[in-house]
Each structure stands twice: as C-alpha cells, then as structure tokens.
C-alpha cells in the first residue's frame, strides 16, 4: 500500500517548516499557512491549528542496509530517541525484516528511519537526504484496535500486518502501513508521548474514503 501524504495541523508551521527544510534538508513548499514537505515520492502536508494531546508517530522508508549510514548522517542533525538504556536503534518482529532509528520533529512528533531488508531499493553509494524513499508508516490511537483493523480489512481490502494483538495492530504491507495502537498508550522508544488526538489525513491507495474515529481519515488519490 502506498501512502501519498499525510495532512497535519503544526502549532507554528513555519517553524516546522524550518525543521524539515534546513535541519533535515528536505524541500518544503510554502503556500500562504500551508507547507508541504517533499518526502522522496511522497509529502508532508501541514496546516495551521491549536495545540493538542499526544504526538504524531511518522516513518519514512529508507534503502535496505542503510542504516548505519542513516544513523551516522541523522545524528549528525538531531539527537536520536533511546530507550532509557542508551539503545538508539531497534529491530522489529521477524517478519518486518526491519531495524529503525527515531527522533524528535515538531510538536514532539516521533519521527523514525526504517530500513525494510526484503525491499530491493539497496544503494551503492554514502546516504544522503535523496535517499528517504517515501512515507511508511502513520500512527492511529484507537479505541479498539481489534475492531478498527476488522473495520479497515472490510471496507478497504487491507489485512493485518502480522499477528494482531490489542495492544499493536499495523495493517497494510511493507511498502505502507497503518499503525494502529490504544489511544492511552505512549509511542516506543521514549514511551512519552500517546498518540496525538488531531486531525489527520491520509492519502493512500485505498479504494474509498474512511473516518477511523474522532481524528483520522484515510482517502483515496483525488479525493
């Protein structure tokens, strides 16, 4: 499943838009209150709006076999989550065939770098900022996670990624997936901050239009 955008609400837009432009150095268009974050074939879109509860949890897909390399060129940018145990990259469950780096973006969103091994995007030359491939992953706090991965599989064609549990239901595949966890719980690594209850909007391929509780909607290209 590919994700095309994702739309948030930023506290101080530009401010943010400084972040993903002269930190990270991404390009960012800036069109009256609105920035839209270039993200290899995807984009970032942030509009203005009020302070919320909880933060964004948003991946980006990097080359297969990158991360060291990520690491080592993100460090030099931002400080990178840890555990508490100073561990500052974490693999995954043996079927995503995954190991991630996170950090902090704006309005403490959990940002992360993941490197998925079983997709053919290697490269042969030192990473850089052209090498963040697209959108991966969005976080969604629910209710009931169960439910709302049952709901997803129904109306959008969607299955779990992995065996479901109530405590962590990522649906789609490697290529894009939903995250979707209680909406009391906090984000990994730092377990700080929950899932933020603020709009959220995501473009992806899906075949129709979905509202996943109060905050989030999923849509389809050209809606």
């Known amino acids: 499943m590919k994700i095309h955008d994702v739309q948030i609400t930023a506290t101080d837009v530009p401010a943010a838009a400084r972040f993903y432009s002269e930190t990270l150095g991404l390009p960012v268009q ?4 609105r920035a839209t974050v270039r993200i290899g074939d995807s984009t970032l879109t942030m509009l203005p709006g009020p302070a ?17 390399a990520a690491k080592e060129w993100l460090s030099a940018r931002v400080a990178l989550q840890t555990d508490g145990q100073w ?3 974490f693999g995954c469950a043996p079927n995503w065939q995954a190991r991630s780096i996170y950090f902090t973006g704006p309005d403490d969103a959990v940002l992360e770098l993941i490197e998925r091994n079983i997709l ?39 299955l779990p990624f992995g065996e479901p549990t109530p405590g962590f239901g990522p649906v789609g595949d490697h290529d894009g997936l939903f995250i979707l966890v209680p909406s009391d719980i906090t984000w990994r690594p730092e377990y700080r901050m929950p899932p933020a209850a603020a709009p959220t909007i995501v473009t992806a391929d899906v075949p129709t239009a979905l509202d996943i509780g109060e905050h989030y909607a999923i849509q389809p290209l050209g809606a």
Not at 52 to 68: C, E, K, N, R, V
Not at 131 to 156: P, Y
Request: glycine residues 12%.
């Open 120 to 158: 053919d995007n290697r490269i042969d030359h030192p990473f850089g900022i052209n090498d963040i491939r697209h959108l991966s992953e969005v976080g969604f706090g629910v209710s009931d996670v169960l439910e709302t991965q049952r709901l997803i599989r129904d109306k959008l064609g969607l």
């Open 87 to 89: 561990h500052d990259e």
């Open 30 to 33: 800036l069109d009256g209150d």
């Open 52 to 68: 919320y509860h909880g933060a964004h949890h948003i991946a980006f897909t990097i080359p297969a076999g990158s991360l060291d």
